[in-house]
């Protein structure tokens, strides 16, 4: 019988995105004021592997991706994906926007050895966690880099990405060293 451990904390992180800068100013605010500080924001990089968001969210679409200071047990993940669908439909309500969807958050987070992210949606390499939520492994880290998996997002194969993420695990592992859990 194996023995049962709690889990290594992982890093927070979130990808916010939009057509409008503005939404992803209210997304990091938001999502500041609720998960605390945050250690780490990418560029904000034009979306455009996909046209798969343009009916709901227009063209032109930007992102930015906030990793946040305190570490979380990943177990807390699917409450956390609840609660950005909760703050979609809070920036959809503003009316400042004429899209359906303003405003896209998922919320994941990236351990040691991969990048995981939260979604609705159910799919063959996805594992459900609770409440309607689902987890996949986006990417994995193996010889000092990102590596993808068939179902890897386009998005997520950007070197530029990449780089953000790798900023990102370094930090983590920081973070794990001084707290003596490495």
């Not at 500080?37 to 906030?66: H, N």
Request: net charge neutral; hydrophobic share 40%.
């Amino acid at each position: 019988m194996g023995t049962i451990h709690p889990p290594t904390p992982v890093l927070l992180i979130l990808a916010a995105f939009s057509r409008y800068p503005q939404a992803l100013e209210w997304a990091r605010g938001t999502a500041q004021a609720s998960w605390g500080e945050i250690a780490l924001k990418s560029p904000v990089f034009s979306f455009q592997e996909t046209d798969y968001y343009e009916p709901t969210m227009g063209s032109g679409l930007l992102k930015q991706f906030f990793a946040f200071s305190e570490l979380i047990d990943p177990g807390r993940i699917a409450d956390l994906k609840i609660q950005t669908n909760g703050w979609e439909w809070e920036y959809k309500q503003l009316g400042l926007h004429p899209e359906p969807r303003p405003l896209n958050l998922d919320p994941g987070y990236i351990a040691l050895g991969k990048l995981v992210l939260a979604s609705t949606k159910d799919f063959f390499h996805r594992i459900y966690l609770s409440r309607g939520i689902y987890a996949e492994v986006t990417l994995f880290y193996r010889h000092g880099s990102w590596e993808t998996l068939p179902w890897t997002f386009a998005d997520y194969r950007r070197a530029d990405y990449q780089q953000f993420f790798l900023q990102c695990r370094s930090y983590l592992h920081r973070q794990l060293k001084e707290a003596g859990r490495l």
